[in-house]
């Protein structure tokens, strides 16, 4: 164990002291506290526009201000919506909604300063201001409608803003279907009571009798955490895995093209090598993860500080991960998913000398991945997929499936026997990988040369 230790600690602190390493883990969070930082200074800083409607009855201009209250609505509604699914008190529920209840408006109606294209040139360009209730501002767009009367034409001097045109073309469609049904004798507001008379689907878990007693049949957030959870943790395998690729194939060229292995191998036995890199790695990107991790939760911690009652909102998805039922057999696919991943990688850049070597695996070792990563999307969207069923038993996909699975009480003999395929794989990959690695670390054997490797351990002649 000590010789383990020994060149664990020599390879982690090896990866650890490169100025790259740390570029490259300050850069993620750096990165996504920058790009968060400027969509919401861009959201804030946008400024606000005046718009006018050429018209003398108002009848545009008013659909067009219902459509942007329509739009405030739905923002109120999806605000009541995340009140409810947090289960919040009514006094954090109220404030909540209030808080979101109306959207920042961005486009203001004023009244149009003249009623020709020509006369509003100016202030469309810039060379005249209109007055508003912000003061006064170039105008930055203005509708007529069309001397036939089939369109309403959207004048403006910045045609990359389309979100007023937008909401304007939806605003004329309800105004066509308000028309549409007062020439057939119909209310305007038909189509809402038609809409408010349907019946709700609310969703419900079917529980058992005690379970159903005491925390009730409706869906909440905690039934969807697991689920969260749990995708959450396959991902985080799959970045894990995609991220070692770089450390396993790079430092074996470079200790194999330097002649390190000669050296490493006077002191420790193979197994033991392996068995050091392998831990040096896992450590390297644990590190990676672990901050990356950290970071997350303390900026989830700041963003639920900010809703009122928002701190309940966590608590689903720590008691899901605190679950055993879900964290262990997901830590065991976790280890075992990493072993074979690992070792696979890890024998074939033994048999590279040189980076152009690498990039002709990078390929195929890209499939390789990619594959578990669309059987995590379907598992994630539908998980009681035939498919699914069947790719779990596929020891490639059973790290990533079998954990996604777990939020859904797979019979336990399944559990049991896709972990004992995992494990029976995992040391089948690890003494054919044993094995490459000698050929390819001490024995100097190359891509070329793979075929001769797999004869030679099946007793045939090479």
Excluded at 442 to 458: E, S
């Amino acid at each position: 164990m000590r010789n383990v230790y020994l060149i664990f600690r020599r390879d982690y602190l090896g990866y650890v002291k490169a100025w790259g390493f740390w570029l490259s883990l300050a850069a993620v969070p750096l990165f996504m506290l920058i790009g968060g930082t400027f969509a919401i200074f861009a959201a804030k800083s946008s400024p606000v526009r005046y718009y006018a409607v050429v018209e003398p009855a108002g009848i545009y201009a008013s659909a067009i201000e219902a459509e942007f209250a329509q739009d405030d609505e739905a923002i109120s509604q999806q605000a009541r919506d995340l009140a409810a699914s947090m289960d919040l008190p009514p006094e954090h529920q109220a404030a909540l909604e209030s808080g979101n209840a109306v959207s920042q408006r961005k486009f203001i109606l004023v009244p149009a300063p003249a009623v020709s294209i020509d006369a509003l040139r100016p202030y469309l360009m810039g060379e005249r201001l209109v007055s508003g209730p912000l003061g006064d501002k170039p105008l930055f767009a203005v509708f007529i409608p069309s001397a036939d009367g089939t369109s309403l034409e959207y004048w403006s001097d910045d045609v990359n803003v389309g979100a007023l045109r937008a909401v304007a073309a939806n605003a004329m469609r309800r105004l066509a279907r308000q028309d549409a049904l007062s020439e057939a004798g119909l209310g305007a507001d038909f189509l809402a009571k038609v809409d408010a008379g349907a019946l709700q689907v609310p969703a419900y878990r079917i529980r058992t009798v005690v379970d159903q007693v005491t925390t009730g049949s409706e869906v909440t957030m905690a039934d969807r955490a697991p689920v969260y959870v749990a995708g959450g943790l396959a991902y985080f395998l799959w970045l894990m895995i995609f991220s070692i690729i770089q450390y396993l194939l790079m430092g074996t060229i470079e200790e194999r093209s330097n002649k390190i292995f000669d050296t490493l191998l006077t002191s420790v036995r193979l197994p033991e090598l392996l068995a050091g890199k392998l831990l040096a790695v896992f450590a390297v990107t644990s590190t990676m993860m672990l901050s990356w991790g950290l970071f997350a939760f303390g900026a989830s911690l700041f963003a639920t500080s900010q809703i009122p009652g928002g701190a309940s909102l966590l608590s689903p998805f720590l008691a899901a991960f605190a679950n055993p039922a879900i964290i262990l057999p997901g830590l065991i696919s976790f280890l075992l998913g990493y072993v074979m991943y690992g070792m696979i990688f890890m024998a074939l850049g033994s048999l590279c000398d040189t980076i152009q070597e690498a990039q002709t695996l990078l390929s195929p070792m890209m499939i390789l991945l990619m594959l578990p990563m669309f059987a995590i999307f379907i598992a994630f969207q539908d998980p009681g997929s035939p498919i699914v069923d069947i790719a779990s038993w596929i020891p490639v996909f059973t790290p990533f499936l079998l954990i996604l699975r777990m939020p859904h009480n797979p019979p336990l003999w399944e559990v049991i026997a896709q972990m004992g395929i995992m494990a029976l794989t995992a040391l089948a990959i690890l003494w054919f990988a044993t094995k490459i690695y000698r050929a390819g670390a001490v024995h100097g054997a190359g891509i070329g040369d793979l075929g001769g490797v797999f004869k030679r351990m099946l007793g045939r002649k090479g």
